[in-house]
């Protein structure tokens, strides 16, 4: 079975941006829906986007919408988070996980990654 590798986190200030890559290890991208979750320090999972085998977006949370954006590159077999005007609480361990589907249901994605830790913070 195969698992994801997220990078591309790290420290910025208030108002920056990151881009988070996701790419599967042991299976193949193309043939799953893949959500980006994230886990702030001490709090629970929130579902932050997914993207469809197709390119759709059905998801975005009002947390992060008109900040972050989602996309995919099945030829570079890699899934991204573009994270704009970052704030505090964005502040999260970051994960993308694959399903069948866009349905943001944590226990039912599969091949997460050991995430990528995102810190906003001057």
């Known amino acids: 079975e195969g698992h994801f590798v997220e990078s591309g986190g790290g420290l910025v200030q208030p108002g920056g941006s990151l881009r988070l890559s996701c790419a599967p290890s042991?299976?193949?991208?193309?043939?799953?829906?893949v959500a980006w979750f994230r886990q702030p320090p001490g709090k629970e999972w929130e579902g932050v986007s997914c993207?469809?085998?197709?390119?759709?977006?059905?998801f975005y949370p009002p947390s992060v919408r008109g900040r972050f954006t989602i996309s995919r590159d099945n030829a570079k077999s890699t899934v991204y988070l573009q994270m704009n005007d970052l704030r505090p609480e964005d502040t999260a361990v970051y994960y993308c996980?694959?399903?069948?589907?866009?349905?943001?249901?944590?226990?039912?994605?599969?091949?997460w990654g050991q995430g990528t830790q995102v810190t906003v913070s001057s």
């Open positions: 042991g299976f193949t991208l193309d043939d799953f829906d």
């Open positions: 993207v469809t085998t197709g390119g759709a977006v059905p």
């Open positions: 996980a694959a399903s069948k589907g866009c349905h943001m249901n944590y226990n039912s994605f599969g091949s």
